[in-house]
Antibody
Framework: VQLLESGGGLVQPGGSLRLSCLAS????????MSWVRQTPGKGLEWVSS????????HYADSVKGRFTISRDNFKQMLYLQMNSLKDADTAIYYC????????????????WGRGTMVTVSS | EIVLTQSPGTLSLSPGERATLSCRAS???????LAWYQQKPGQAPRLLIY???RRATGIPDRFSGSGSGTDFTLTISRLEPEDSAVYYC??????????FGGGTKVEIK
C-alpha cells in the first residue's frame, strides 16, 4: 500500500507544473484524496481535496483559481495542475489518502506519499 | 475559519516521562473529526489518532487522545527516544478548509 508522487522541480514565477501521485495496494476509486504541502522547516498546509468520483473538489483560498485537482481512477492516479505559480508555492507537496471509504464525509489521512519538492524561483 | 493553536511550541522531556500536548480550537470542533499526526525529520506525517481518541492501525498504546469542544490533548504516556518528532493536530470532516495546527516539537533529552 503506497503513494508515489512525481513531477516536482524548479519553475519560474508565473510558470506551470503538474504533479502526479500513483496509488497502489488499495482500491483507489473508493477513497477521497488530497494534496498537502509543507514549506521546509514549517508546518502543514492543506491544498486541495477530491472525492471518490471527480465531481467534488475543494481548494485552499491560497490556490483557488490557480490549481486544479483531478483523478484517473482507471490509472489509479491523482493529479495537481499548478498554474501561475508564486514564490509562496515553494514547498514539499504530499499526496494523502482518506482513511475511510468515500461516503461524502472527509476523513483523516491514513496514508501519505514521500512528497515531491516544488521550487518557484527566478 | 477554525484556527487550531498547539502548545507548547517545544517540549523537552526525558525517556519514560509523560508528554502532554494541547490543541485548542477557535470554535467548537466535533470530536469525530479531530486527528493527530507525527512527523519525523525527512519523513511524511503519520496518522496517530483520529476521531479525537481512536488510535490508528499499528500505533502503540502509549499514545492516547482525548478532549472535546475546543480543547484536545495528545498524551504520550512513557516517552521513548523514537518519539522525538513534531506532532500536528488537524480538523477534518464536513467543512473546508481542512486545518492543521502549527505543531509541537517533542525533544527527548
Amino acid at each position: 500500500v503506497q503513494l508515489l508522487e512525481s513531477g516536482g522541480g524548479l519553475v519560474q514565477p508565473g510558470g506551470s507544473l503538474r504533479l502526479s501521485c500513483l496509488a497502489s495496494g488499495f482500491t483507489f476509486s473508493e477513497y477521497a484524496m488530497s494534496w498537502v504541502r509543507q514549506t521546509p522547516g514549517k508546518g502543514l498546509e492543506w491544498v486541495s481535496s477530491i472525492g471518490g468520483a471527480d465531481d467534488d473538489t475543494h481548494y485552499a483560498d491560497s490556490v483557488k483559481g490557480r490549481f486544479t485537482i483531478s483523478r484517473d481512477n482507471f490509472k489509479q492516479m491523482l493529479y495537481l495542475q499548478m498554474n501561475s505559480l508564486k514564490d509562496a508555492d515553494t514547498a514539499i507537496y504530499y499526496c494523502a489518502k482518506d482513511g475511510e471509504s468515500w461516503n461524502g464525509v472527509w476523513d483523516a489521512f491514513d496514508l501519505w506519499g514521500r512528497g515531491t519538492m516544488v521550487t518557484v524561483s527566478s | 475559519e477554525i484556527v487550531l493553536t498547539q502548545s507548547p511550541g517545544t517540549l523537552s522531556l526525558s525517556p519514560g516521562e509523560r508528554a502532554t500536548l494541547s490543541c485548542r480550537a477557535s470554535q467548537s470542533v466535533s470530536s469525530t473529526y479531530l486527528a493527530w499526526y507525527q512527523q519525523k525529520p525527512g519523513q511524511a506525517p503519520r496518522l496517530l489518532i483520529y476521531g479525537a481518541s481512536r488510535r490508528a492501525t499499528g500505533i502503540p498504546d502509549r499514545f492516547s487522545g482525548s478532549g472535546s469542544g475546543t480543547d484536545f490533548t495528545l498524551t504520550i504516556s512513557r516517552l521513548e527516544p523514537e518519539d522525538s518528532a513534531v506532532y500536528y493536530c488537524q480538523q477534518y470532516g464536513r467543512s473546508f478548509p481542512l486545518i492543521f495546527g502549527g505543531g509541537t516539537k517533542v525533544e527527548i533529552k
